[in-house]
């Protein structure tokens, strides 16, 4: 059998697949300790359950009507834009999509034709290259300096973009690192950006988990232009612990947006219908639960980076946002044998039964990604494996 080249060149989401195995290790009765899943450990909050349910009982259960979203959710995203992050849309600039996973695809199916580039700051999310390579694409990744924790400056874009660049996607707080843009840090990528006929993808999916008092802004509402050309992308899924409702949405300039919506059409039919009027509530209801998830997260985060760092040989960008840290384990990998980021996370899983997944997914093989996104416990018990598989 002859799969199609794209799938044969497609590499299997790192982030999924450890999830999957730690989960089925739990499952087989092994004691692992997981920092594997980017999902919060918390359930969704009761008043969002309930507004799915009560959908459901209202016979919210058909087809999403338009596939684009229903206006009802479409206005609860403007709404939070608004409040949230000072943007200004209104709904036929928004569309509703089954995850954000999916609007980064609608959006790179969008704008993306066979041979234009799209710039990735490294490290990124494992999905970014895969996706701008299925639809045809040409990835470049660029990774800023660690010891300004890999956040990119003016001089590390330019020299990556041209005018084959279509795309330049932005992650703030970060996935992997923990790390997050200022707002004029974000200005100066904003001046260079500008000066190229392209497309911002703004991926805030942890834009309300920030930690320690850091600012954090979204990429179109630094200046006009930055609005002009961007499309800022978010899901309900981190923010409420909603991973597997699947529901995400974008805003954007009303032709991507269009386009958008028109391939929607033609692949999912709408993002699930009940759990659209879940959004709803999600983004217009009790906000306490978010807060006391963001403080949890906090101690979490600050507790897990204090033990990375106390350990020999390890570096870590302070987490300031997202849920994960980003340990630099390489000075590591010669005493334990390991050549590199993927042999360290199978070993550590083997020997210590802790799940990490391995740098090199992210762009960076010197480094693991943890998740904090488990119990106090877990994040003691594991740190303790750790610090004593490295000894
Ligand atoms: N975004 C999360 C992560 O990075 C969930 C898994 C995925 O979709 O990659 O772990």
Request: charge should be negative; proline fraction near 6%.
């Amino acid at each position: 059998m002859k799969l199609a080249e794209r799938v044969r060149n497609l590499a299997e989401s790192a982030t999924l697949a450890v999830t999957a195995k730690a989960a089925r290790m739990k499952a087989d009765g092994i004691d692992v300790v997981s920092f594997g899943a980017g999902e919060p450990d918390f359930d969704t909050p009761q008043h969002i359950k309930d507004a799915g349910i009560a959908a459901i009982q209202a016979g919210h259960t058909k087809y999403s009507k338009p596939a684009s979203g229903i206006p009802a959710a479409k206005r609860a995203v403007c709404e939070k834009l608004a409040r949230e992050n000072s943007l200004h849309y209104t709904p036929n600039q928004v569309i509703i999509t089954a995850s954000g996973k999916m609007a980064c695809y609608l959006v790179m199916s969008s704008l993306i034709d066979p041979g234009d580039e799209v710039i990735i700051p490294a490290p990124y999310w494992v999905s970014y290259p895969e996706i701008a390579k299925l639809v045809g694409g040409v990835p470049v990744t660029v990774a800023g300096r660690e010891s300004n924790d890999f956040k990119l400056t003016p001089a590390d874009l330019k020299p990556v973009l041209s005018n084959r660049t279509k795309l330049f996607v932005l992650t703030s707080p970060s996935n992997p690192s923990g790390v997050t843009y200022s707002p004029d840090e974000l200005r100066a990528l904003a001046d260079v950006l500008h000066e190229y006929d392209l497309f911002v993808m703004s991926d805030e999916i942890y834009d309300r988990l920030v930690y320690d008092g850091q600012e954090c802004s979204s990429y179109a509402a630094v200046s006009e232009q930055a609005y002009a050309h961007a499309i800022t992308v978010n899901a309900v899924s981190k923010t409420y612990a909603m991973t597997g409702w699947r529901t995400g949405y974008a805003a954007g300039p009303a032709e991507v947006i269009n386009a958008m919506s028109k391939l929607q059409t033609q692949s999912t039919s709408g993002a699930v219908t009940f759990n659209q009027h879940a959004l709803v509530e999600a983004l217009t209801g009790d906000q306490a639960p978010v807060e006391q998830m963001r403080l949890e997260f906090q101690k979490r985060g600050r507790h897990m980076y204090e033990r990375l760092i106390a350990i020999p040989g390890v570096r870590c960008p302070k987490p300031t946002g997202a849920f994960y840290c980003f340990p630099n384990l390489s000075e590591t990998y010669s005493k334990l044998g390991v050549a590199g980021s993927l042999e360290f996370a199978e070993l550590l899983l083997e020997e210590a039964r802790v799940a990490v997944v391995p740098g090199i997914a992210f762009g960076l093989d010197g480094h693991a990604r943890l998740s904090f996104a488990a119990s106090m416990e877990q994040i003691d018990e594991g740190l303790t494996r750790i610090e004593a598989y490295l000894k």
